[in-house]
């Protein structure tokens, strides 16, 4: 499913109706409507709603969504939060027909009106809240706030007309204070605020009306942001055949692992082998052979001679790019620590080696101080920072990043022609000709040591198995997502291990290939 600008939504309606010679009044009513008609069949108990409305079109939609619910033979109050006189165009019309039909308005313009609104709120357990849509701008003021708090402090069922009041469709970040809904109904297509965080937060559920706009208008419009649904992620993997074997599912290298940093290498092998990669090869420092060979028995190793203890010996870097010239993809990076020797073998890497890479923690840690060797890269890269090597790589802050995680994904996989995977909450992946997924599932649980080992394998192992690059970085970050979920639905988002995650992306393959096979 695509995902929105506020511009693309102004965009599409301005396309509907030069275009199509569709009226802004109708889409304004089957929004309204289609809110209505929504909270009619929830069977909602209660006879009596309050409608909180702005000043612009957001506002108009809760005119439209009063008159039908009074229809419904609700009691129906309107608040206006604003100055009325500001209510213009299709809002204003529906305004109109408000005051023709006795519907009683107050205005929140003023203290006065504020306790008004508070008054009836403490009675009234249903609030339709359409004070800004996609239009706000600006930091929240005065009148604004307080009517915006008074919602949230009488906790009571909110249902937010587009995009809880507040929350900046553009990047889902918080005008100073929003509205907390229970439920969101959002009109043509989500917005990015309506699916990133904090916005995202501020609303239990999301569902989206499509209101009359035609199909053709919105394909016309190239929308580059999507969300990673289940449909969408499920099409890209690919059903073993019952006469294959190990040749059939590809050959992946990977270089991870250092003295202290074992683990990392393990969960990455393990990962790897799960999604169903055929042949795997690690390179370890001899010293750590043993250990890999007891955990992850399914791993071919390539123990190399250490100058140093516990890191692979620089002199190994020649047989290590000719050798995974012959495989589907090189993976570098997890716990490799942070060595000259990593650093090297990361530039001939992006150098010499024809087959797509995967870099990651160490690996990109490398790249961060020597970017321009990305300028050098001939075959395809993926790299999957956390924001904070994200912040090393692009220069922006950790903070920066947070806030605007698929803004500076895609600026960057653009500029620097890579598949980027952007880690955090909601995981971006931005690809080199300036398309963005955002994928939706995982939990908090996740967020813990070695998850991105895990992703790292899988995404190589999807590689291997021949499924397009940018393809399996969407998918390996859905499964992970998924496998995460599965787990702990099971154990609980506390006590989630990485090593859970790898367990779990067997269970999540399953379920993904029989949705397939069915
Ligand atoms: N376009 C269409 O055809 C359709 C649009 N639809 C609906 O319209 C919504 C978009 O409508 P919109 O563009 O009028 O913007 P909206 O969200 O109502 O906010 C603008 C108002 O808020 C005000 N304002 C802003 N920030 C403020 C602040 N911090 N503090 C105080 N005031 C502030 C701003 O005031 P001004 O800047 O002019 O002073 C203006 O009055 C969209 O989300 C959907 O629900 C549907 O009906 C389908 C058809
Ligand atoms: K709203």
């Not at 929240?140 to 009488?154: A, V």
């Not at 297509?189 to 499509?210: A, Q």
């Not at 990977?254 to 969960?267: E, F, H, K, Q, R």
């Amino acid at each position: 499913m695509k995902l929105t600008l506020s511009s693309d939504i102004k965009k599409i309606e301005e396309l509907s109706y030069e275009k199509y010679g569709i009226q802004s009044i109708t889409i304004m009513e089957n929004a309204g409507s289609s809110v209505a008609y929504e909270i009619k069949e929830a069977n909602l108990d209660t006879d009596e709603f309050v409608v909180v409305s702005g000043t612009g079109n957001n506002g108009g939609d809760g005119f439209v969504v009063a008159r039908h619910l009074q229809n419904f033979g609700y009691k129906v109050t309107v608040f206006i939060v604003g100055n009325p006189k500001n209510i213009s165009g299709d809002a204003k019309i529906n305004f109109d027909i408000l005051k023709k039909i006795d519907m009683q308005i107050e205005n929140i313009s003023e203290q006065n009106g504020l306790i008004k609104f508070e008054k009836m709120i403490k009675k009234c357990p249903y609030i339709v809240d359409a004070i800004f849509g996609i239009g706000i701008d600006r930091e929240i003021s005065d009148i604004y706030i307080g009517t915006i708090e008074r919602i949230n402090l009488y906790k009571k069922f909110v249902i937010s007309v587009d995009i809880p009041s507040g929350v900046d469709s553009n990047d889902g970040h918080i005008y100073g204070t929003c509205v907390r809904a229970d439920k969101t109904v959002s009109f043509i297509l989500p917005k990015i605020g309506n699916i990133m965080y904090p916005g995202s937060s501020y609303s239990d559920e999301l569902i989206i009306k499509t209101v009359g706009i035609p199909v053709k208008a919105i394909n016309e419009k190239k929308l580059k942001y999507q969300i990673v649904t289940e449909k969408f992620a499920k099409n890209f993997l690919m059903l073993r055949k019952r006469d294959s074997h190990k040749g059939n599912y590809g050959k992946a290298n990977i270089i991870a692992g250092s003295s202290g940093l074992t683990g990392a290498a393990i969960l990455t092998c393990k990962a790897a082998l799960r999604s169903g990669l055929g042949l795997l090869k690690l390179y370890i420092p001899e010293s750590l052979n043993t250990l890999i060979t007891l955990s992850v028995p399914e791993t071919v190793t390539v123990p190399l001679h250490e100058m140093r203890k516990g890191v692979i010996g620089i002199n190994h870097i020649n047989r290590i790019v000719e050798d995974s010239n012959s495989v589907n993809v090189l993976a570098i990076g997890p716990g490799c620590g942070n060595t000259s020797e990593i650093s090297e073998t990361v530039r001939r890497s992006i150098l010499d080696v024809k087959a797509p890479l995967v870099i990651d923690a160490d690996g990109l840690n490398a790249l961060s101080k020597n970017i321009k060797w990305l300028l050098e890269r001939e075959g395809e890269i993926v790299l999957t920072p956390h924001p904070g090597e994200m912040s090393r790589l692009s220069g922006y802050s950790i903070d920066e990043i947070n806030k605007n995680p698929i803004h500076i994904a895609n600026e960057f996989a653009e500029k620097w022609k890579v598949v980027l995977v952007l880690k955090g909450s909601r995981t971006v992946i931005a690809t080199p000709d300036g398309s963005v997924y955002v994928n939706i599932n995982g939990n908090p649980g996740m967020a813990t040591a070695g998850s991105g080992d895990v992703l790292t394998g899988i995404i190589t192992g999807f590689i291997a198995q021949g499924i397009e690059v940018y393809k399996s970085a969407i998918l390996g970050v859905f499964l992970h997502g998924m496998a995460g979920d599965l787990m702990a639905e099971k154990r609980g988002e506390y006590g989630l291990l990485a090593g859970d995650i790898v367990d779990g992306l067997a269970y999540a393959l399953k379920n993904l290939t029989n949705l397939n096979e069915k």
